[in-house]
């Protein structure tokens, strides 16, 4: 696609008019930052996501893996968080769901990727959180971020109430995200009541950051979180303290603004 088909409404704002295209203009920011990186002989530290949100920008990047010789090489991967108390064989872990998606069809090192564990123990986890942090940290900072919205305005799992300073913590997960997820995980009562996420500030620290919003079903929330005034009840209010955020939304996430 070309940007020119996009309508802008604002600078920081691109709207698309499909979820392929609003998608495609994301993976090449990203693949922009990747060869920018490459071209310096640096890693390209990558902040990922998982829903349903980043699933074509994958599929994207791995057609440009596939097809035009994008490499990974050069890419360190921190994942924004992993739901608590599961495996990372679980069908539905965020670990297996970046294997499909992403991993198992790019040529990123092993080593190089991180995700927060579901499995870690209760008494460690405060300490993981720490380590994970801190090897961000070591990275120099994340280069660019992608995040998804949820309804209840949570980015990554900072569910409503979260604060503007948290960092990568164990936290409760609001009805509203498990009434979400309940479907697939079979029932209400099988999905987790906890997770790990990366916190507002750690988000916050990135180099940059893209926010990406598909569909009708967001396009409330999007709305919510550009009327209201930054409060922890829509933690999505929180990136308006950087106004270099770039947003990424097909014209029916966008339709209420
Ligand atoms: P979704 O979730 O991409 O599956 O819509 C986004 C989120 O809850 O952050």
New binding site residues.
Partial sequence: MTKASNIPIENNIQVCPTQEQASETTAQLIADVIKAKQELGQVAVLGLAT???PKLVYKELVQMHKNQGLTFKNVVSFNLDEYHGITPDHKLSYHRFMREYLFNHVDILPENIHLPFGTWKKNRIGQHCIEYEEKIKHYNGIDIQLL???RNG??AFNEPGSPFDSVTRLIDLHPF?RNDAADEFGGLDKVPTQAITMGIHTIMNAKRILLLALGKRKAEIIKKTFESEMTPQIPATFLKARPDIEYIFDTEAASLL
């Fill in positions: 829903g349903n949100t998804g919205i949820g949570h980015i995200t």
